[in-house]
């Protein structure tokens, strides 16, 4: 019995996002230059959301070019006292061609020393802040050499330029390569009845093994659930819809959602939406729990095929 509850108590000490402070529901802001909002509009977004128990925002530094960081922190300029209630994410390593992120010939990935922590000050500059609560090496760098991530991150950490350090679109593999070498607070991967491939390729069995939750983005499948012309979206919108009336849930949404949370690697989800009800109904399927057949008639549903 002690045995089991010293496990548990390390297990829960591995929860990383949750010890920094993470919201379980995450508010991605990939799209926000889409949303054509002022930084006084965005400052609202930010008070709503956090009001909604949302407290970490997602970026990546280019998103918009660096333009959405720069907007986010003119928005968080607005109310100085709200840094220190939320967490902030942000990644680093994809240099596109042309942008701030590079000014580079041809599109790569750098997690270099150098490069890193570049890329760090430019964000926490961009941001206006002091720190990250976590920063993340957004995809695998086939040129990465593992001991100098570690070096880099813990050289950050050290720093207080970030508060905790992980990775994004890691395989396995990876993932466990370069945790030998340093803490990984996260995977941040893409995951939704669309995209199944982190079922197949282990992605969660090997981040429960580490007791290490993952992130997941587009969740809904970049807005792809909602289309009215993909028959996939169609058949799983009538599955979810049948499964909301059953669990008496506020919205099929809510079910895509729960799909997810029910997962036992002890997900958090990325919400990219512009409205602040989507985050609601993001946190209204973390209080739903799918009992196995039904989680599993919305993986037939995805898949269009019972499982073997
Ligand atoms: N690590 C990576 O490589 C990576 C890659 C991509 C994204 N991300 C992160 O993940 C976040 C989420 O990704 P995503 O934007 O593709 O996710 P998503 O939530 O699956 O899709 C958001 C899109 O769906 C639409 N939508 C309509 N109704 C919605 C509802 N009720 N709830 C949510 N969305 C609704 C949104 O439009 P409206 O605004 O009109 O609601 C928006 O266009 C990003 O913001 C980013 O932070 C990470």
């Given amino acids: 019995m002690k045995d089991e509850t010293s496990a548990l108590a390390e297990t829960r000490s591995r929860d990383t996002l949750g010890a920094i402070g993470c919201s379980k529901v995450v508010a991605g802001m990939w799209r926000v230059r889409e949303w054509n909002m002022s930084a006084a509009a965005l400052n609202r977004y930010v008070q709503e959301s956090m009001a909604l128990g949302v407290t970490t925002f997602d970026h990546a530094d280019i998103y918009g070019g660096g333009e959405v960081e720069a907007l986010f922190g003119d928005a968080l300029a607005q109310t100085p006292s709200l840094r220190g209630k939320m967490q902030i994410v942000s990644k680093a390593g994809i240099r596109p061609r042309g942008s701030s992120a590079g000014a580079v010939g041809v599109k790569h990935y750098d997690t270099s020393r150098v490069y890193l922590q570049a890329a760090v000050e430019r964000s926490l500059q961009r941001l206006k802040t002091d720190y990250l609560d976590l920063f993340l090496i957004h995809r695998p760098d086939h040129l990465a050499n593992n001991d100098e991530i570690a070096d880099a991150a813990e050289s950050l950490i050290q720093q207080g330029k970030i508060r905790a350090f992980g990775v994004s679109n ?25 995209e199944l491939q982190a079922l197949d390729d282990d992605v969660f069995t090997a981040l429960s093994a580490a007791a290490v939750s993952p992130m997941i983005w587009s969740a809904l499948g970049g807005g792809r659930l909602f289309s009215e012309t993909d028959e996939l979206a169609v058949r799983l919108r009538q599955e979810l819809t049948t499964l909301a009336e059953k669990y008496n849930a506020p919205s099929w949404i809510s079910i895509a959602y729960a799909w997810i949370f029910t997962l036992p690697c002890a997900p958090y989800v990325l919400v990219g939406s512009r409205r602040v009800e989507s985050l609601q109904q993001a946190l209204d399927g973390l209080g739903v729990r799918l009992n196995r057949e039904d989680w599993y008639a919305i993986l037939e549903a995805a898949r269009g095929k019972p499982v073997p």
């Fill in 170 to 194: 890691f395989t396995p593999r990876q993932f466990d390569s370069l945790r030998a070498k340093i803490a990984l607070a996260t995977n941040q991967i893409e995951f939704s009845p669309f």
